[in-house]
């Protein structure tokens, strides 16, 4: 069974420090993996979307990676400010799983201004 | 497109009453998922459909809960007889294949909720 992790549970960083957010999971065997941001009391929003196939993928002063032999993803975002404090939950769309995705518990991010 | 629209945003019920959520997905999406999220168990899908016929329910809880979708536009989740322990945030996405190949993107995109809270 697939199961997704995300380490650390919170962060609190200064503004302007670069963000790191890790995300593992246990088997390789995958279709992709997503990132997603959640506000308080909102849905989710997609971030960034790798293949399979693919390393990275970049979206202004966001920056995902994606490492499957290994069952890692990194999400990079750069000169983080005050309005990137939110939720953060990667998710993985196993092979054997449909059309489902497993998701992490998510990394509750602060960027103190 | 207005995004995915969910009613009612908040709900609150005495434990042994019916609830019924709903749900109307992106137009042209094809998948519509019924996600849960609670402190405890983070977020759980419940049930998916394609074209509107259920295609895996294995998430959804027990007997007390059950998903409709009787047209592309508009799906019910419904709790009868509803307990405490089904307080929680309950999510609606909608997804759409991408040149009919279950590999390629499909970002799913999330409702804002329904916050039910079961007394």
């Known amino acids: 069974k697939q199961e997704v992790t995300q380490i650390p549970a919170a962060l609190s960083v200064p503004e302007g420090e670069n963000l790191v957010l890790n995300c593992s999971f246990t088997?390789?065997?995958?279709?992709?993996l997503q990132w997603f941001r959640q506000d308080p009391g909102k849905g989710l929003t997609s971030l960034l979307l790798?293949?399979?196939?693919?390393r990275e993928q970049t979206s202004g002063r966001l920056n995902a990676s994606l490492d499957k032999s290994s069952g890692r993803s990194t999400l990079y975002i750069a000169a983080s400010q005050p309005g990137d404090s939110a939720t953060y939950l990667c998710?993985?769309?196993?092979?054997?799983?449909?059309?489902?995705?497993?998701f992490g518990g998510g990394t509750r991010v602060l960027v103190k201004p | 497109d207005a995004g995915v629209i969910q009613s009612p945003r908040h709900e609150v019920t005495e434990m042994g009453q019916e609830v019924t959520l709903r749900c109307k997905p992106i137009?042209?999406?094809?998948?519509l998922f019924w996600y849960r999220q609670t402190m405890m168990r983070g977020l759980e899908l419940l049930i998916y459909?394609?074209?509107?016929?259920?295609?895996?329910d294995s998430g959804m809880p027990e007997d007390r809960f059950s998903a409709k979708m009787p047209n592309a536009s508009f799906s019910t989740l419904k709790i009868q007889p509803s307990e405490p322990r089904d307080s929680a945030v309950y999510f609606c996405?909608?997804?759409?294949?991408?040149?009919?190949?279950?590999?390629?993107?499909?970002?799913?995109?999330f409702g804002p909720g329904t916050r039910l809270t079961v007394l």
């Open positions: 998710a993985v769309r196993p092979k054997a799983a449909g059309n489902k995705l497993t």
């Open positions: 137009s042209g999406h094809d998948y």
């Open positions: 088997d390789s065997a995958i279709y992709n």
């Open positions: 790798i293949q399979s196939s693919q």
């Open positions: 459909f394609n074209n509107n016929v259920p295609i895996d």
């Open positions: 996405a909608s997804s759409r294949l991408a040149g009919g190949r279950l590999s390629l993107s499909d970002t799913q995109y």
